[in-house]
Structures are given as C-alpha cells and as structure tokens.
C-alpha cells in the first residue's frame, strides 16, 4: 500500500516535470530570441535603418534631394509619395521619382523595395513627427 502512494507521488511529479519543461520549452520559443524566422525589426533598428536610407539613396550629393532640402513638409510630400507607390499609385510630385530611387534594381514592386519604403515611411513620421 505504501509502494503504491510512492508509485502514484512519482508519477505525478514525473508528470508535472514534464509538463513544466514543455512550458518553459514554448516560452523561450515564444520570446522570439530561440526558433526560426527573423521575427519583427524592433522599432529603433526600424528607426536606425529607415535613417540610414533616407540619407544613403534620397539625400545625399548625388541623391534626388540635398541635404537643405529635407524639412517636414518635404518629408510629409514624401512620406505621401511612400505610401502611394507602395500602393501602386502616384501622387503626380516629383517626389513619386525619388522614392523610386530606394528601388536600385526598378523592381518597385520587389519585397525587398517594399520593406526600404517601410523603413525609410518610419524614420520620416517618427523624425518629422508626422
């Protein structure tokens, strides 16, 4: 009769054991830092990223836009002209062009294309709070 308590007491907490690895096993694989796929880019590497952009294909020397050229309504005129080409749309500014330059291989369509429109719709709203 003892043996079978000890038995039974085993069980359970083998049981629970098991149980409670399985748990922390999903948590960690939840957090995003353990298991596949690259996960969400966190909002200052989206920030971070989305600068350097900005500032490496549209303003630049030989870039659509100078430096002295980007302020908030320039940004707003682009951050439009983002959004629309994302959408396949224009606005008809001559900012519709410069967006297009994030696109080095003319493929506005691309994934790659899309998530630079993304980056760079981001640093804008967050810098020129928009």
Do not use: W
């Not at 294309?113 to 980056?119: A, D, G, H, I, T």
């Amino acid at each position: 009769m003892e043996v079978e308590k000890d038995m039974k007491r085993l069980v359970v907490v083998c049981v629970l054991v098991a149980v409670g690895a399985g748990l922390f096993q999903i948590s960690l694989l939840a957090s995003g830092s353990v298991g596949p796929g690259a996960g969400k880019v966190s909002p200052r590497a989206a920030y971070s990223q989305g600068k350097a952009l900005t500032f490496d294909l549209l303003v630049c020397d030989s870039c659509p836009l100078s430096r002295g050229e980007l302020d908030g309504d320039r940004a707003r005129s682009l951050t439009a002209s983002l959004v629309a080409v994302y959408e396949g749309n224009e606005t008809g500014s001559a900012d519709d062009k410069a967006v297009t330059a994030l696109c080095s291989d003319g493929a506005v369509r691309s994934e790659d294309c899309n998530l630079k429109m993304e980056l760079v719709h981001y640093y804008l709203s967050r810098r020129f709070k928009l």
